[in-house]
């Protein structure tokens, strides 16, 4: 049997005195969607960005098994650069910026999620949406076989929120593993399976 | 280090600042306000002052050439401080996701300073121009590298400003500050004879890069080793600002 793309073993976080998590332990599994829940505060973020390694925890460890996709709850983008130009940044960063199989990759993105007429747009020139939907493109952009999402789809309209749910089950079908924090209740029988962070501990829902 | 990621780095980089046209437009207006107000305010009389690295202990100056030259400095240490802060402060976050998708935190500093680098000459060349512009005869190549390298020192300074502080309020506080009290007044000559205090003078950022001016400007004197300290100081303030950005731009996998 194949290892799980990602294993989150023992992890433990505190701020100051305030412990967040503790001794959280998951897998996430080839082809399902792994929905994170739980309350303000209760630790989804601090939990995604020790995944990522954008944060250091207190204890415990994370393997990660494959090329790791991120999308932030904030876009964290360049306000004077060209929606263009994100992609070709990224692909640079990606390591993808050498061949041109990227550029239809792009192309297939801002179909997908509907804003390829502002592909030469500035950052600061499109809605927050279309800013979202970007940043979201950004973490999909070199096929990643592990998804971290963090409410990716806040500032997303009706149609794109379906749009993205129905790409999701595509990537879970190909044998992706998603990890989405979400508050949405509607979400939650989208999800393969919700973990609730409680109290800094994890409950299998 | 990988050449074609530096490459593209440096491009977004430019392509950033040069759509930024208000902050470019006051870049290029500040040099020519300052030197419009001193020259519109100075006298043509000759002073007697004090320059610190001179073997002459007094020199006799023409008071509006000093003025000018010596507000020349702060305007291009002003410009390159900001522009240097801006650079390294603004999207950190996006940079980090730069670093987490594969780039590596040193080819995004290496690209901002070889910006900055581009920021330090074109601001000194401009700023010389305009000095020779208005002050007649020009001064000589000494002066260029005494702008140049109040440029430098206050563009690392800036670096570390943008660096240490994560909003743009107290990093435009830190260098206008700063650069007031130093560049823009205590490094005139005039206050440096009659100071009670003249190690703080020294121990400023813009001292060494205005004695290399006023030395290459007003006496024969040499000023290799008033350079070699200018590049120095400025060059603390770099290690500095790089050490702690990369410590901020770190992964922990």
């Given at each position: 049997m194949n290892a799980p793309p990602l294993v989150v073993r023992e992890v433990s976080k505190a701020?100051?005195?305030?412990p967040v998590l503790q001794a959280v332990s998951f897998e996430a599994r080839a082809g399902e969607i792994l929905g994170i829940v739980g309350e303000n505060g209760a630790g989804k973020s601090t939990l995604l960005r020790i995944i990522v390694g954008l944060l250091r925890s207190d204890a415990g460890d994370v393997r990660a098994n494959g090329r790791l996709g991120y999308c932030d709850q904030e876009?964290?983008?360049?306000?004077?650069?060209?929606?263009?130009?994100?992609?070709?940044?990224?692909?640079?960063?990606?390591?993808?910026?050498?061949?041109?199989?990227?550029?239809e990759r792009r192309d297939e993105l801002l179909e997908r999620f509907n804003f390829n007429q502002y592909t030469d747009s500035r950052v600061t020139a499109v809605s927050g949406g279309t800013r979202q939907k970007l940043h979201l493109s950004l973490a999909l952009l070199h096929h990643p076989d592990i998804l971290i999402l963090d409410e990716p789809y806040l500032a997303f309209d009706w149609d794109t929120y379906l749009r993205f749910w129905a790409y999701a089950e595509a990537l879970r079908n190909e044998g992706a593993a998603i990890v989405i924090v979400s508050h949405l209740a509607h979400d939650r029988d989208r999800f393969t399976r919700i973990l609730e962070l409680q109290d800094g501990g994890i409950r299998c829902g | 280090m990988r050449l074609s990621y530096l490459n593209t780095c440096v491009a977004m980089t430019v392509r950033e600042l040069a759509r930024k046209y208000v902050v470019l437009t006051l870049a290029l207006l500040l040099p020519v306000v300052f030197f419009a107000v001193t020259f519109a305010t100075t006298g043509d009389r000759v002073v007697p002052v004090t320059i610190a690295w001179a073997t002459e202990p007094v020199t006799e100056v023409d008071e509006?050439?000093?003025?000018?030259?010596?507000?020349?400095?702060a305007a291009a240490g002003i410009i390159s401080a900001f522009f240097a802060s801006s650079l390294i402060q603004r999207q950190v976050a996006a940079n980090r996701r730069l670093v987490l998708c594969g780039y590596r935190a040193i080819e995004i500093i290496t690209a901002r300073l070889a910006v900055l680098?581009?920021?330090?000459?074109?601001?000194?060349l401009?700023?010389?121009?305009?000095?020779?512009?208005?002050?007649s005869p020009s001064f000589p190549a000494g002066a260029f590298l005494g702008i140049g390298l109040g440029a430098f020192v206050y563009g690392c300074y800036g670096l570390l400003v943008?660096?240490?502080?994560?909003?743009?309020?107290?990093?435009?506080?830190a260098i206008l500050v700063l650069?007031?009290?130093?560049?823009?007044?205590?490094?005139?000559?005039?206050?440096?004879?009659s100071s009670r205090s003249k190690w703080l003078i020294e121990a400023l950022p813009a001292h060494f890069p205005a004695q290399v001016a006023y030395l290459?400007?007003?006496?024969?004197?040499?000023?290799?080793?008033?350079?070699?300290?200018?590049?120095?100081y400025g060059s603390t303030f770099l290690v500095v600002a790089l050490a702690w950005y990369s410590f901020r731009m770190r992964l922990t996998r």
């Open positions: 701020y100051g005195r305030r876009p964290q983008l360049f306000p004077d650069l060209s929606i263009a130009e994100h992609f070709a940044y990224f692909a640079r960063a990606y390591g993808l910026a050498d061949g041109g199989g990227w550029l | 509006r050439r000093m003025t000018l030259l010596f507000i020349g400095i680098l581009g920021i330090i000459v074109a601001t000194t401009y700023t010389w121009l305009l000095l020779s512009l208005v002050a943008g660096t240490v502080f994560r909003r743009e309020l107290e990093s435009v506080f650069i007031n009290i130093d560049a823009g007044w205590l490094q005139n000559p005039i206050y440096y004879e290459a400007a007003f006496t024969p004197d040499s000023y290799a080793r008033c350079g070699t300290y200018a590049l120095a």
